[in-house]
């Protein structure tokens, strides 16, 4: 409650009915502070919420940092600043990965590796980590909540390049009805044709059995 009081500055028992309602309320008070425009009732009872919207008003008005939240899932959370470092020199199929990314996201393609690293150092403190040259999305529940969104919002560029192990752990076919967490990507039929290719390219590849 301490914590609390010290970000949130509404009176206390209405704080109290709040965060016994937030399943992990240090770390939500904290990202509040750092989200001066969200509503302090919508955000605590229903943060996936308040982040979409967020999130969606990004897609026009911060093209870069919603790129960058992309690549966090797609990178499945962890993300080395190396391949933002202009002297590394790319394979050209990693250089046409990053291209359709920024494109998928309404970017030029020749958007500079630069400004998209500016835009993930802003991001430290709210939606990521950084430690040494590797940047972490801050917390498991922000990165359910990132999947959840951009698993609905970009499915496309998640199948095609996203980090194996994300594709196996935290996919799943919406037709096969089975009992899944609440923040796992489930992909329609419209979709299971791109899910089942991927799936075919890593068998082949030998990188999940």
């Known amino acids: 409650m301490k914590l609390a009081r010290k970000y949130l500055k509404v009176d206390d028992e209405m704080l109290t009915d709040n965060v016994k309602k937030v399943e992990f309320s240090p770390l939500m008070c904290f990202l509040y502070s750092k989200h001066d425009g969200f509503d302090v009732n919508e955000f605590l009872n229903s943060p996936l919420k308040t982040f979409s919207g967020e999130w969606d008003t990004l897609k026009t008005f911060d093209k870069e940092k919603f790129c960058v939240l992309l690549l966090c899932v797609i990178y499945n959370s962890t993300i080395n600043e190396t391949m933002f470092d202009v002297l590394n020199d790319f394979d050209k199929e990693e250089k046409r990965k990053l291209k359709v990314i920024f494109e998928c996201c309404n970017l030029g393609r020749d958007t500079p590796r630069s400004a998209i690293k500016d835009k993930l150092n802003a991001c430290v403190g709210t939606y990521c980590t950084k430690v040494d040259k590797e940047y972490k999305v801050i917390q498991d529940k922000m990165f359910d909540f990132l999947c959840d969104y951009f698993g609905k919002a970009l499915i496309a560029p998640i199948l095609k390049f996203s980090d194996d192990k994300l594709i196996t752990e935290c996919v799943q076919l919406e037709s096969i ?15 299971e044709q791109k899910y089942i290719d991927r799936v075919k390219m890593e068998l082949k590849n030998g990188k999940i059995h």
């Open 177 to 191: 009805q089975k009992a899944h967490d609440e923040f796992t990507i489930t992909i329609s039929s419209t979709d």
